[in-house]
């Protein structure tokens, strides 16, 4: 099969970055469908770091690198990603694609506090724009890509007109001033609407002839399943749809067939509020790792678990099994790719949740819509021994029996074969089991 998507099956974080690398290695064309610069992929070669936010992984192999319509852009922080990466650079954007502008970050700020302020706990939003810069484009009042790039006595004249409404709803409903300086975001704009003309690209076109050609192509997803606007945790989530059928809609190509990779990291992690059955840190948001327990903090530490995007401290908890059973339903995941086992090695007992209990009754029943329910719900775990250093396996039997047994316990439950296995960072420090690439 030509295609393949790469999904998130839990809140994000789960390494699709490094998955989508190793792919890379065999594609011709890379697509990321949805969010923003919310999202980060950290990518490790030869030891060196890579941070992306916007930019598609696939980026750093030179493969055609494409953003479609479906992603929100913010021009300002893509210069920076382009400019880092810009001797191998072969990147197309959608003109369909809306872009982020600063009256957008100052809603979301301002959407946060009143959220804080009247029902008491925010959702943690990345503070990019994200969910102000969807509602334009959902209403249509929002700037595309097309218009960036396009006349720029155009360009002016749209900023101008949408930052009236903005700063009369800024100045006379929130009662603030705009962070930015107009005039200053008009010229900083149109230098950046220049500097990105010679990307842009008919994505839907270009993917659909890529498909006809049998060209290998992957859709790269940012987030995860749970923070989907209508099938994660409402309002909780972000505000596109992390999964495999928000594909077609986004890129502009018919359904079709395509091999659905899902990534889950041996445990699970969420930053912002909502939420988490299996939660170690005493379901807190923000993390206070002073009231967390060991589990908790030793597994953040290990696994380095703090915003790429933002630096917060992700909340830790134990693999859920029902969440994941859940993911599986909404993408019918081929296959697993379970990232940073090596990241559970040295602790006694590993737990997965492999049912809840809700009122006294077990259910495997993730009622997404329903925040009450799931945080009154109680993990019901299966305990595992816990298992050594495992950094230098390369061969799946290489792996202790107690890893394996955790491995083949995931399988079982969802169903699902895990064909990645990975035990650090780097592209090396992969074990792979019928995997195959394109
Ligand atoms: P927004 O996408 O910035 O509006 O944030 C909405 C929710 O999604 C917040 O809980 C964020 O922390 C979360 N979120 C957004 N992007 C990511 C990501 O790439 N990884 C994990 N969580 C994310």
């Given at each position: 099969?030509?295609?393949i ?12 970055g ?7 290695e ?34 750093l192999?030179g493969v055609r ?14 210069f920076?990603e ?28 301002i959407?946060?506090?009143?959220r ?18 969807y509602?334009?484009?959902k ?19 749209r900023?101008?007109?949408v ?24 010229r ?46 409402y309002?909780k ?20 067939k395509?091999r ?12 912002g ?13 923000p ?46 995941f081929?296959d ?8 559970l ?13 809700h ?67 780097g ?9 195959k690439?394109?």
């Amino acid at each position: 099969m030509p295609a393949i998507c790469v999904i998130g099956a839990q809140w994000g974080d789960e390494g699709k970055g490094k998955l989508v690398d190793i792919l890379g290695e065999t594609a011709d064309v890379i697509v990321r469908y949805q969010g923003g610069n919310n999202a980060g992929h950290t990518i490790v070669v030869d030891g060196k770091k890579y941070t992306f936010h916007a930019l598609p992984s696939g980026v750093l192999r030179g493969v055609r690198s494409l953003i479609a319509s479906e992603v929100v852009l913010d021009p300002r922080q893509l210069f920076d990603e382009v400019e880092k990466f810009k001797t191998d650079i072969n990147l197309g954007i959608d003109p369909r694609t809306s872009i982020i502008m600063p009256w957008h970050n100052d809603l979301d700020n301002i959407g946060e506090e009143s959220r804080k302020k009247s029902t008491g706990s925010a959702i943690g939003t990345t503070s990019r724009g994200i969910g102000p810069c969807y509602e334009d484009d959902k209403n249509r009042s929002g700037i595309r890509f097309y218009e960036l790039v396009g006349d720029p006595k155009n360009l002016e004249g749209r900023i101008r007109e949408v930052h009236d409404t903005k700063k009369r709803i800024l100045e006379q409903v929130y009662n603030v001033k705009p962070s930015y300086d107009i005039d200053e975001t008009v010229r900083s704009y149109l230098f950046l609407g220049g500097y990105l003309r010679d990307y842009l690209a008919d994505v839907s076109q270009e993917v659909g002839n890529a498909l006809k050609e049998n060209k290998k192509v992957i859709f790269e997803g940012a987030q995860g399943t749970l923070l989907d606007i209508k099938f994660g945790n409402y309002p909780k989530v972000t505000s596109s749809h992390p999964m495999s059928g928000a594909v077609f809609d986004s890129v502009g190509i018919p359904p079709m067939k395509m091999r659905t990779v899902g990534i889950i990291k041996a445990y699970v992690t969420k930053v912002g509020s909502g939420p988490v059955v299996t939660c170690l840190d005493n379901g807190l948001w923000p993390v206070d790792e002073s009231k967390s327990n060991f589990e908790g903090n030793y597994i953040r530490n290990k696994g380095g678990e703090k915003g790429t995007t933002t630096g917060r401290p992700r909340r830790v908890g134990w693999m859920d099994a029902v969440a994941l059973k859940y993911t599986h339903r909404l993408n019918s995941f081929s296959d697993l790719a379970l990232m940073k086992l090596d990241c559970l090695s040295g602790l006694d007992k590993i737990k997965m949740a492999v049912a809840y209990e809700h009122d006294g009754k077990v259910t495997d029943d993730y009622r997404s819509w329903d925040l009450k329910f799931l945080s009154e719900c109680k993990p019901v775990y299966e305990e595992f021994d816990g298992f050594g250093d495992i950094s230098s396996a390369r061969r799946y039997r290489q792996l202790p029996k107690n890893a394996r047994k955790y491995v083949s316990r995931i399988e079982e439950l969802v169903k699902v074969p895990i064909t990645v296995v990975s035990v650090g960072p780097g592209r090396e420090e992969t074990i792979y089991r019928n995997f195959k690439k394109l």
